[in-house]
């Protein structure tokens, strides 16, 4: 046995010192006109950057050791929802997940610390995304193999933190990382892994951008020292001045989150600059840095890093070829076009970068914000914010200064200027010249007219009211903007601290840039007259420092299709006619009118969808077949009576949507003042509230040791007889283990191990396999009790 390692180890070594030799290849051309490279999050987003910023960007296969780096940060989501056609089983779906990990450790390396991330618990602005989805989707496939094949057993609803199927997926996370770790491998020897479930709170790429504020905190923290410069760490990082971060997976979040960073010519070094510069308009304070739920790190700088320690690259792993973003090329890239627009003062490139981060928000909206009515797309919006600084204007987003690394959050929060000297702030004097700029008018009937970018003569600024604007839209989106501001600069606040400070956020109506210009110009003026400056948008008495916990998320979270997916103990409050929340899967909202009017439209819209591409088919054989001579005319007159019957119902369906959307829009106007309620409302603070206290009382009032259990990890049906959760569920298999697991968050840094730590078992076949004990192993202390 001892030969055997000794030799396995001289053919690792071997092969390091070939890969040694090989001459690296220069990144192929880029050419976005034929990208197969698709991603999720912000629509959109990645193909305007890769046009507007080619050099950034380049495509490879992904060859294993070409590329390697310190850090390295995986979304496990991205990949998950990919796997599901070809799983046939949640064990098989945790199966092909420790391939795919596999695949994408050889391709990036990691060196020093590996992090693999799942969506858990989110804010509740996402929370209502996911909703929409799921009812989207219509009717939710069973969760066992009901095809000859057995292939998509498991339905996307699944993949919700709360389910059967995502408890296993946690503990077989853990798993594969010990099992890895166990098997001794030469480039994992001083690797440190860390794995954040889904029943850890936040999302995956939150969780990804924390812990590289974290990585480099820490390594500044050993360069500061001193401490022995001439081994570890402060060797590595005084012999190169980057140390190498890596973000892998598929949201276009990535390239927001990395562009707020500070890792893009921006960053510490220019962050107390930010906490002291003063405006003549108005600024809207974030939440300080500590403010964060995140509950990683106390002590630690969070808030940006600096890019002259850091190199970040974004790689979207899509087949064929890889897709690869480095912020040292963004940042050149974005000087040149600086360089280019500019004819006054110098913009420094970490200002436009996190500028560049609000004007995506503002232009096409994310999960958690809609986009901003007429403000228009990447390219306008870009354009008028170069012209707006080279005319004088200044930044969008003023950085606020971080809190020494000595200082406590509970010190922090304890200071009374704490958020005087912390806080980023948002410019709204800025921002205003520069949606006025790109919003000629903003929309037909606008309130505002001249000063936009190919109209009107004057400055940007000097936009007039037009009298007598007063229509019930615009006093709706007037009535919006303000809200709509204070989710900007909340949404700013989790990339610039990588900690969501506020998770009771909710809908946020959409406004039209014309009333955010004319709240900036206002609050500005106020500001001016030496009038209490505007500090803080959201209209919310008290943040929800946590998430519901994954059970009651799942809850809220399924459509009425999805209930089989919801832990039992729960299921009666989507199920009974007596819940106090049965009106949220019902009807989707608190009217029952707006809820049975969605009910009417929405099978009319899908079948006028399907109708519309039947038409159009019909059309095109009926004009194949009046071109060919020898197409008989009995064939030519049944084509043409199908193509009359599909207009006829088209037409009548039609008529129908035409009835149904003004009855729609009647009701909405006179009982909700014209604001679409349906699939916007969720249960109020105190509602789930009441519902994770009635959660906690059905776990601690359950038999047995289930409750003696909950700091033990969830013994899944799935895990037991390969069915998916809901199989397991609908058959009465889940367990007390599961739910008490459930109800309860694990501590972000719960499971870290390193392979001196790793356990000496043998790895299993499947080098990812849900184990009770060995997940309970790897826990290094226990979660958070409730849902605060």
Same mark, same amino acid.
């Given at each position: 046995?001892?030969?055997?390692s000794?030799?396995?180890?001289?053919?690792w070594?071997t092969?390091?010192v070939?890969?040694a030799?090989?001459?690296?290849?220069?990144?192929?051309?880029?050419?976005?006109?034929?990208?197969?490279?698709?991603?999720?999050?912000?629509?959109?987003?990645?193909a305007?950057?890769?046009?507007t910023?080619?050099?950034?960007?380049?495509?490879? #296969?992904?060859?294993?050791?070409?590329?390697?780096f310190?850090?390295?940060?995986?979304?496990?989501?991205?990949?998950?929802?990919?796997?599901?056609?070809?799983?046939?089983?949640?064990?098989?779906?945790?199966?092909?997940?420790a391939?795919?990990?596999?695949?994408?450790?050889?391709?990036?390396?990691p060196?020093?610390?590996?992090l693999?991330?799942?969506?858990?618990?989110?804010?509740?602005?996402?929370?209502?995304?996911?909703?929409r989805?799921?009812?989207?989707?219509?009717?939710?496939?069973p969760?066992?193999?009901?095809?000859?094949?057995?292939?998509?057993?498991?339905?996307?609803?699944?993949?919700?933190?709360?389910?059967?199927?995502m408890?296993?997926?946690?503990?077989?996370?853990?798993?594969?990382?010990?099992?890895?770790?166990?098997?001794?491998?030469p480039?994992?020897?001083?690797?440190?892994v860390?794995?954040?479930?889904?029943?850890?709170?936040?999302e995956?790429?939150?969780?990804?951008?924390?812990?590289?504020?974290?990585?480099?905190?820490?390594?500044?923290?050993?360069?500061?020292?001193?401490? #022995?410069?001439?081994k570890?760490?402060a060797?590595k990082?005084?012999?190169?001045?980057?140390?190498?971060?890596?973000?892998?997976g598929?949201?276009s979040?990535?390239?927001?989150?990395?562009?707020?960073?500070g890792?893009?010519?921006?960053?510490?070094e220019?962050?107390?600059?930010?906490?002291?510069?003063?405006?003549?308009?108005?600024?809207?304070?974030g939440?300080?840095?500590?403010?964060?739920?995140?509950?990683?790190?106390?002590?630690?700088?969070?808030?940006?890093?600096?890019a002259?320690?850091?190199?970040?690259?974004?790689?979207t792993?899509?087949?064929?070829?890889?897709?690869?973003?480095?912020?040292?090329a963004?940042?050149?890239?974005?000087?040149?076009q600086?360089?280019k627009a500019?004819?006054?003062?110098?913009?420094?490139v970490?200002?436009?970068?996190?500028?560049?981060?609000?004007?995506?928000?503002?232009?096409?909206?994310?999960?958690?914000?809609?986009?901003l009515?007429?403000?228009?797309d990447?390219?306008?919006?870009?354009?008028?914010?170069?012209?707006?600084?080279?005319a004088?204007?200044?930044k969008?987003?003023?950085?606020?200064?971080?809190?020494?690394?000595?200082?406590?959050a509970?010190?922090?929060?304890?200071?009374?200027?704490a958020?005087?000297?912390f806080?980023?702030?948002?410019?709204?004097?800025?921002?205003?010249?520069?949606?006025?700029?790109?919003?000629?008018?903003?929309?037909?009937?606008?309130?505002?007219?001249?000063g936009?970018?190919?109209?009107?003569?004057g400055?940007?600024?000097?936009?007039?009211?037009?009298?007598?604007?007063?229509?019930?839209q615009?006093?709706?989106?007037? @009535?919006? @903007?303000s809200?709509?501001?204070?989710?900007?600069?909340?949404?700013?606040?989790?990339?610039?601290?990588?900690?969501?400070?506020?998770?009771?956020?909710?809908?946020v109506p959409?406004?039209?840039?014309?009333?955010v210009?004319?709240?900036c110009?206002?609050?500005?003026?106020?500001?001016?007259?030496?009038?209490?400056?505007?500090?803080?948008?959201?209209?919310?008495?008290? @943040?929800?420092?946590?998430?519901?916990?994954?059970?009651?998320?799942?809850?809220?979270?399924?459509?009425?299709?999805?209930?089989r997916?919801?832990?039992?103990?729960?299921?009666?409050?989507?199920?009974?006619?007596e819940?106090?929340?049965?009106?949220?899967?019902?009807?989707?909202?608190?009217?029952?009118?707006?809820?049975?009017l969605?009910k009417?439209?929405r099978?009319?819209?899908?079948?006028?969808?399907?109708?519309?591409?039947?038409?159009?088919?019909?059309?095109?054989?009926?004009v194949?077949?009046?071109?060919?001579?020898?197409?008989?005319?009995?064939?030519?007159?049944?084509?043409a009576?199908?193509?009359?019957?599909?207009? @006829?119902?088209?037409?009548?369906?039609?008529?129908e949507?035409?009835?149904l959307?003004?009855?729609?829009?009647?009701h909405?106007?006179?009982?909700?003042?014209?604001?679409?309620?349906h699939?916007?409302?969720?249960?109020s603070?105190l509602e789930?509230?009441a519902?994770?206290?009635?959660?906690?009382?059905?776990?601690?009032g359950q038999?047995?040791?289930?409750a003696?259990?909950?700091?033990?990890?969830?013994?899944?049906?799935?895990?037991?007889?390969?069915?998916?959760?809901?199989?397991?569920?609908?058959?009465?298999?889940?367990?007390?283990?599961?739910?008490?697991?459930?109800?309860r968050?694990?501590?972000?840094?719960?499971?870290?191990?390193?392979?001196?730590?790793?356990?000496a078992?043998p790895?299993s076949k499947?080098?990812?396999?849900?184990s009770?004990?060995?997940?309970?192993?790897?826990?290094?202390?226990?979660?958070?009790?409730?849902?605060?």
């Amino acid at each position: 046995r001892m030969g055997s390692s000794a030799l396995r180890s001289l053919l690792w070594a071997t092969l390091a010192v070939a890969n040694a030799f090989v001459p690296a290849r220069s990144p192929p051309a880029l050419r976005p006109a034929r990208s197969s490279v698709a991603c999720s999050g912000v629509s959109g987003c990645l193909a305007w950057f890769r046009k507007t910023f080619p050099e950034a960007f380049w495509e490879a #296969d992904g060859r294993p050791g070409e590329h390697s780096f310190d850090h390295v940060y995986v979304d496990s989501n991205d990949f998950l929802h990919s796997l599901l056609k070809r799983a046939r089983n949640a064990p098989d779906l945790y199966k092909l997940s420790a391939q795919r990990l596999n695949v994408y450790i050889r391709k990036v390396r990691p060196q020093r610390s590996l992090l693999i991330a799942a969506d858990g618990p989110a804010p509740l602005a996402k929370l209502l995304t996911q909703r929409r989805r799921r009812a989207k989707t219509g009717a939710v496939k069973p969760s066992s193999p009901s095809s000859k094949s057995g292939f998509g057993a498991i339905s996307s609803s699944e993949l919700t933190p709360g389910t059967l199927v995502m408890d296993g997926f946690d503990a077989a996370l853990r798993d594969f990382a010990r099992n890895r770790l166990a098997r001794g491998l030469p480039f994992d020897r001083r690797l440190e892994v860390t794995v954040s479930g889904p029943r850890t709170m936040d999302e995956g790429e939150l969780k990804m951008l924390r812990s590289l504020y974290l990585n480099a905190a820490k390594d500044a923290a050993a360069v500061d020292r001193g401490v #022995d410069r001439g081994k570890g760490v402060a060797k590595k990082l005084h012999a190169r001045p980057h140390a190498r971060h890596c973000f892998m997976g598929g949201d276009s979040d990535l390239l927001l989150m990395a562009l707020a960073s500070g890792a893009i010519g921006g960053g510490q070094e220019g962050a107390q600059e930010g906490a002291q510069d003063d405006s003549d308009g108005a600024l809207v304070r974030g939440a300080p840095p500590h403010m964060g739920a995140g509950g990683v790190g106390a002590g630690l700088s969070f808030g940006g890093v600096n890019a002259r320690h850091v190199e970040l690259v974004v790689v979207t792993p899509k087949p064929p070829n890889d897709l690869y973003f480095s912020s040292t090329a963004m940042a050149q890239s974005i000087e040149r076009q600086l360089e280019k627009a500019g004819n006054g003062a110098p913009i420094p490139v970490g200002e436009a970068a996190l500028d560049l981060v609000l004007l995506t928000l503002m232009s096409a909206g994310n999960d958690y914000l809609p986009a901003l009515r007429s403000a228009g797309d990447f390219g306008v919006l870009w354009r008028a914010y170069l012209k707006a600084r080279s005319a004088g204007a200044g930044k969008l987003v003023r950085r606020g200064g971080l809190p020494p690394p000595t200082q406590t959050a509970s010190q922090t929060s304890a200071s009374p200027s704490a958020e005087d000297q912390f806080g980023h702030r948002l410019d709204l004097r800025a921002l205003a010249a520069v949606l006025a700029r790109a919003s000629p008018g903003a929309t037909k009937g606008s309130p505002y007219k001249g000063g936009a970018e190919g109209g009107g003569k004057g400055p940007a600024l000097e936009v007039g009211l037009l009298a007598g604007s007063d229509g019930p839209q615009i006093r709706r989106d007037r @009535a919006a @903007a303000s809200n709509y501001i204070g989710a900007l600069v909340w949404n700013l606040d989790m990339y610039l601290t990588g900690s969501c400070s506020d998770y009771g956020v909710g809908f946020v109506p959409q406004t039209s840039a014309a009333a955010v210009v004319e709240l900036c110009l206002g609050e500005t003026s106020a500001a001016a007259a030496d009038e209490a400056a505007l500090e803080s948008f959201p209209s919310r008495l008290a @943040a929800r420092p946590a998430p519901p916990p994954p059970a009651v998320y799942n809850l809220l979270c399924q459509a009425e299709a999805g209930g089989r997916f919801v832990a039992a103990p729960l299921r009666p409050l989507l199920e009974s006619g007596e819940s106090p929340i049965r009106w949220l899967y019902e009807h989707g909202c608190r009217c029952p009118t707006c809820g049975d009017l969605a009910k009417e439209i929405r099978p009319r819209s899908q079948r006028l969808s399907r109708l519309a591409a039947e038409t159009r088919a019909a059309e095109n054989k009926l004009v194949k077949a009046q071109a060919s001579a020898a197409a008989p005319a009995a064939e030519l007159e049944a084509l043409a009576g199908e193509c009359a019957a599909l207009a @006829a119902e088209l037409d009548a369906i039609q008529s129908e949507m035409a009835t149904l959307v003004r009855r729609q829009k009647r009701h909405e106007t006179s009982a909700h003042g014209g604001h679409r309620i349906h699939m916007n409302q969720l249960p109020s603070d105190l509602e789930i509230d009441a519902i994770i206290a009635q959660s906690l009382s059905l776990k601690s009032g359950q038999s047995g040791g289930a409750a003696a259990s909950s700091a033990e990890e969830p013994r899944t049906k799935s895990g037991r007889n390969g069915a998916g959760s809901g199989a397991g569920m609908e058959e009465g298999g889940e367990d007390a283990f599961a739910f008490a697991a459930a109800m309860r968050f694990l501590d972000p840094e719960t499971f870290r191990m390193t392979a001196q730590a790793a356990a000496a078992p043998p790895p299993s076949k499947t080098g990812c396999r849900p184990s009770g004990e060995a997940a309970r192993g790897g826990d290094r202390g226990g979660g958070r009790g409730g849902g605060r």
